[in-house]
T-cell receptor, first 119, second 112 residues
Framework: GAVVSQHPSWVICKSGTSVKIECRSL??????MFWYRQFPKQSLMLMATSNEGSKATYEQGVEKDKFLINHASLTLSTLTVTSAHPEDSSFYICSASQSAMSPGAEGYTFGSGTRLTVV | SQKIEQNSEALNIQEGKTATLTCNYTNYSPAYLQWYRQDPGRGPVFLLLIRENEKEKRKERLKVTFDTTLKQSLFHITASQPADSATYLCAPLSGGYNKLIFGAGTRLAVHP
């Protein structure tokens, strides 16, 4: 089945530094990938839609200059949290669909998530 | 605005019983509705998808119903096991619109 690999699985960084999270589709090409954030005991909140070869589409309230998304190839999307602060500490998860034609008609595959702690 | 509602309180049931989880949505006309399972510290895992023209879908011990009139989907786990304990998320999708938005999820705890 489809596999989405996400790295790192956890990271601790100092306040003010930047952190990059990678999301790779291992056995399929993903024109579109999605980035989510999840705070403890809350549901996943969609942050942005990452489109290969073009700019990401951000959800309302998500700072595009803070959360930089790059989708340079059909198998790799990256999320960079710039100038991280403790309130950015969260669980970040990416996902992708194998189907570009009708993604809603098939399940999405999620990465295993990245636990970011900013100290 | 679009809204997805799931039982926010945990559902506790005895092993062997049937668990029923509810997903209600408003201001949506979904062509599909997907159900996922999420374990703590992990990404969601796709379980089942049901289309708007399907009333019911089954997969092993799982059953999903979809009532577009009531704007509701029910997710059943029969002969539940402690290993079924997890949070279950629903996500309605409109046709051709590939953004996946989740409900808050319902935490299921199956006790031996």
């Amino acid at each position: 089945g489809a596999v989405v690999s996400q790295h790192p699985s956890w990271v601790i960084c100092k306040s003010g530094t930047s952190v990059k999270i990678e999301c790779r589709s291992l056995d399929f090409q993903a024109t579109t990938m999605f980035w989510y954030r999840q705070f403890p005991k809350q549901s996943l909140m969609l942050m942005a839609t990452s489109n290969e070869g073009s700019k990401a589409t951000y959800e309302q309230g998500v700072e595009k200059d803070k959360f930089l998304i790059n989708h340079a190839s059909l198998t790799l999307s990256t999320l960079t949290v710039t100038s991280a602060h403790p309130e950015d500490s969260s669980f970040y998860i990416c996902s992708a669909s194998q189907s570009a034609m009708s993604p809603g008609a098939e399940g999405y595959t999620f990465g295993s998530g990245t636990r970011l702690t900013v100290v | 605005s679009q809204k997805i509602e799931q039982n926010s309180e945990a559902l506790n049931i005895q092993e062997g019983k049937t668990a029923t989880l509810t997903c209600n949505y408003t201001n949506y006309s979904p062509a599909y509705l997907q159900w996922y399972r999420q374990d703590p510290g992990r990404g969601p895992v796709f379980l089942l998808l049901i289309r708007e023209n399907e009333k019911e879908k089954r997969k092993e011990r799982l059953k999903v119903t979809f009532d577009t009139t009531l704007k509701q989907s029910l997710f059943h786990i029969t002969a539940s096991q402690p290993a079924d304990s997890a949070t279950y998320l629903c996500a309605p999708l409109s046709g051709g619109y590939n953004k996946l938005i989740f409900g808050a999820g319902t935490r299921l705890a199956v006790h031996p």
